[in-house]
């Protein structure tokens, strides 16, 4: 059964060129003194070894390979996806470079065109919303092949673009990362705000504005 790995497969392209000759530019120390900063030096040891610099290494290839970008600027780009999840959060940690590299691989996937006719719908669902849940607050029991059917049954309601656009709103909302991960066991949880990103859609379509009538985007039983 194919599993769909954004990370190892970023990887996997960029080692398959054999581009990761052309992050030698920047030595081992650069990259480890970048780490450092960008996690204000809350970084578990392991990550700063051979093993975790080559890790570091290889997610340089592929942005490089991918975005066609050099190794100082793909470093860069790590460095502030790093600080954007550890260095800026006080008390946040990186023990594990996963949590940074999987939602930048699967970005890559999305904007590259890797996900094809090959791989089954709910392994794309997964990859348009992971990349943006970085608390993982989405249980992933839900991202099955049978647990995705919740979520495939409001697309076919309301729309694709509405639907992913919300779920992604509502894992994004301020405080989300403070709740326990996998939290969200069910997609009835996103059942009222996919309907009323709906309702606000049809009061678009109607050239009715959210405060021309008070309430009306969470009226749903009160037709135009």
Not at 37 to 42: G, L
Not at 47 to 54: A, I, N, R, T, Y
Not at 73 to 82: F, N, R, S, T, V
């Amino acid at each position: 059964m194919f599993e769909f790995m954004p990370e190892e497969r970023a990887l996997e392209e960029a080692h398959s060129e054999g581009n990761i000759h052309e992050t030698e530019d920047v030595i081992d120390d650069e990259i480890v003194e970048t780490i450092r900063k960008a996690t204000e030096d809350r970084v578990g040891a392991a990550l700063l070894s051979d093993d975790g610099v080559f890790t570091v290494r290889s997610m340089m290839a592929a942005l490089m390979f991918h975005t066609e970008c050099d190794a100082q600027a793909a470093l860069e780009h790590i460095q502030g996806k790093i600080w954007e999840r550890i260095g800026s959060r006080p008390g946040a940690r990186l023990n594990c470079y996963s949590l940074i590299f999987k939602p930048l691989c699967a970005r890559l996937h999305v904007e590259n065109g890797w996900i094809d006719d090959l791989v089954p719908d709910h392994k794309y669902l997964r990859a348009q919303i992971d990349v943006h849940d970085y608390a993982s607050r989405i249980h992933p029991n839900l991202y099955s092949e049978t647990g995705i059917t919740g979520l495939q049954r409001f697309i076919d309601r309301y729309g694709h673009d509405l639907v992913i656009t919300t779920v992604v709103e509502v894992v994004c909302e301020p405080g989300g990362s403070d709740k326990e991960p996998g939290h969200i066991s069910t997609w009835s949880f996103f059942d009222r705000a996919i309907k009323e990103a709906h309702r606000r859609q049809q009061m678009g379509e109607a050239h009715i504005a959210p405060g021309d009538v008070c309430g009306m985007h969470m009226r749903m039983d009160v037709p135009f």
